[in-house]
Every structure is written in structure tokens, then in C-alpha cells.
């Protein structure tokens, strides 16, 4: 007996179509996997050697990686891990592209406020004139000293003892590097139909002519007429995000600390006033209405800072020389 199989011809149309299909299926998976792959492994080199597919080896058993961390193992991988894996790499794709569009809108924003800067309103170099009258404006604002220390007052707001010893100024300063920095850059003051500028929140701007770092150029101008080697930082720590101000800018100082370590003085420089009068008491000097000095100390409380001391004399010393070049008029 002959065992014969009859075969219907669109039956193995149908099988040859589905064949190729499938065929068609797999070649087009295989290439888009090498596509996903090498997007990943460009992204694993652009985050300075970290591997994205090293995490998936720990957290999903059954993905193998060789030496470079970017291979998929071929008979251990399941459907469930493979679309997982891709769904992780487009998600990270996203995100680094929402990233880098967020980067260079900042780059676009900081780079318009420093053409801004590059147009600096400079006022010719003046050194400070002496024998002015001096008069404290009233306010409402009561007084909040806790100690006066020949003429300077001072607000203790630590545990510590206020002696005539910790207070007294005898501290010397070199006409080494100085160097001014400003935690919360972007602050700014208040508008005036002269000066205007594009705020960029409550009291800030980018724009460097109308922040505090104006005030910091001028505080630059200064020292170098009088001598003194300045470095002066006008790098953003507050801006695009407020959070994380005080870490970024203690990086900046400790690469600069590194860089010029003959640095004597170090002054974070901030705008400390609003737009009225109940704050705290303006001064005239001459025909001139300016804001008062406020030192900010850090004592060796929270954290170890040995040297507050020395600090706090030196604040005690700027202190005096200013009542003395501008002695408040009775």
C-alpha cells in the first residue's frame, strides 16, 4: 500500500505566506533590537561608564551581560524579560531627552542673560569719601541686639558667651587671593524707572546687571583698586531650581579653595533687604541713601567649624572701620 498525501494548493500558499511572515517578523526584531542596543550602550558611555544593563543583570535573573555589560543572553531571556528590558531602555531614552531639552533651554536662557552682562552699566572707579554726615533713618523696626562691643552691636543667636576676648578684633588680614561668591545668585532688588530689568521670580533675574553679582563686581572693583587679589565667581547656584543653593555653591568654593590655596577671605555675598522700609533702618551718608551691613557667623555648632572666631573678629574689625570712616551724626 502507497501512503500519499494530496495537498491543496492554497493551503500551501497560506503556509508559504505565514512562513514569510514570521520570517519578516524576526529579521525586523533582530535589527530593532541592535538599534535599542546600541542606543543603550551610547547612553551607558555618556553616563561616564555606567551600565544600564548591569542593573537589569541584578535585579532580573535570566539576562546575561558580557564584559561590557550590553548583551541580551539568547536562550536565557525570556518574552517577559525582553519587553521589559526594552520598555526600560525607550523609558530611559525619554528621559534623557527631556533632559537634554531642559539643558538647552537653561544654555539658551543663560546664555541671552550673559549677552545682558557683556553690556555692563560701569560707573567710573570711585574710592570712598570720608568726613560725610551720617544719619541713621528712624524705623518701626525695634532693635534686636543681644551685644555691643565698642560701638558694634551684635545679635547672639547661639549658646555661647559673647566675651570681651572672643569679640576683640585682633586679626590681621593678607592682600592674599579673596574670594566673593553668591549662593543665591539670581536675587535682585527692587525696579526703578531708570533701571529695569526682566525678573525671573519674586526679586530675582538672571540678568547679572540687576542681581546681587553687581554688587559683587563692584565689591571686585574696589578691593583690586585698593590692592588686594579678588576672584569673583558669578556662577548660578540658584537658578534654574532654588533647591540645593547651598551645595552648589559649597562645590564651586571648594574646586576655587583647591585651584588658589593662598585664599584668606572668603565672602558669600547676599542681597539681605525688600522693597519697603519696616525691614531694618537705611543710612544717608552724604546725599546718598544705602542699606546697612549685616554679617552673617556660623559658630561651631551643627557643624565643626574651628575657626568661627577668627570670623567673627574679622566682622568686629570691618565693623569698627565703618563707624569710624562714618560715624552716625547725633
Known amino acids: 500500500m502507497i501512503n500519499m498525501a494530496v495537498l491543496n494548493l492554497k493551503d500551501v500558499i497560506k503556509y508559504l505566506i505565514k512562513i514569510t511572515l514570521i520570517i519578516t517578523v524576526v529579521i525586523g526584531l533582530t535589527k530593532y533590537f541592535s538599534t535599542v542596543k546600541a542606543s543603550i550602550a551610547k547612553k551607558a558611555e555618556e553616563l561616564e561608564g555606567f551600565s544600564f544593563t548591569s542593573c537589569l543583570d541584578i535585579t532580573i535573573p535570566g539576562i546575561a551581560s558580557d564584559k561590557q555589560g550590553e548583551k541580551?543572553?539568547?536562550?536565557?531571556?525570556?518574552?517577559?524579560?525582553?519587553?521589559?528590558?526594552?520598555?526600560?531602555?525607550?523609558?530611559n531614552s525619554l528621559k534623557d531627552q527631556s533632559v537634554e531639552k531642559k539643558e538647552s533651554e537653561d544654555n539658551k536662557q543663560a546664555n541671552k542673560t550673559q549677552e545682558d552682562t557683556n553690556q555692563e552699566i560701569e560707573e567710573p572707579l570711585q574710592k570712598a569719601q570720608t568726613g560725610l554726615d551720617t544719619e541713621v533713618q528712624k524705623t518701626n523696626v525695634p532693635e534686636k541686639y543681644t551685644s555691643e562691643y565698642k560701638g558694634v552691636k551684635i545679635r547672639n543667636e547661639t549658646k555661647y558667651k559673647l566675651t570681651e576676648e572672643i569679640l576683640t578684633p585682633n586679626v590681621t588680614v593678607k592682600k592674599d587671593n579673596i574670594l566673593i561668591f553668591h549662593t543665591h545668585t539670581c536675587e535682585s532688588y527692587t525696579p526703578s524707572e531708570k533701571y529695569q530689568y526682566k525678573q525671573t521670580g519674586n526679586y530675582r533675574t538672571t540678568d547679572r546687571n540687576f542681581s546681587v553679582v553687581r554688587v559683587g563686581r563692584e565689591l571686585d572693583r574696589q578691593l583690586q583698586n585698593y590692592g588686594y587679589n579678588v576672584i569673583h565667581s558669578e556662577t548660578y547656584h540658584d537658578y534654574p531650581s532654588y533647591t540645593g543653593s547651598y551645595e552648589n555653591s559649597y562645590k564651586t568654593v571648594t574646586n576655587l579653595l583647591q585651584k588658589n590655596k593662598n585664599t584668606d577671605i572668603v565672602i558669600d555675598l547676599?542681597?539681605?533687604?525688600?522693597?519697603?522700609?519696616?525691614?531694618?533702618?537705611?543710612v544717608k551718608?552724604?546725599?546718598e541713601y544705602v542699606a546697612q551691613l549685616m554679617f552673617v557667623i556660623g559658630g561651631n555648632i551643627s557643624k565643626e567649624h574651628p575657626n568661627w572666631q577668627q570670623n567673627l573678629k574679622f566682622a568686629v574689625k570691618i565693623q569698627q572701620k565703618a563707624n569710624e570712616m562714618y560715624p552716625r551724626s547725633v
Open 72 to 91: 541580551i543572553g539568547e536562550l536565557q531571556t525570556s518574552p517577559l524579560e525582553t519587553m521589559l528590558y526594552l520598555n526600560l531602555g525607550m523609558l
Open 270 to 282: 547676599h542681597r539681605d533687604a525688600i522693597s519697603d522700609y519696616s525691614y531694618a533702618p537705611t
Open 285 to 287: 551718608i552724604g546725599e
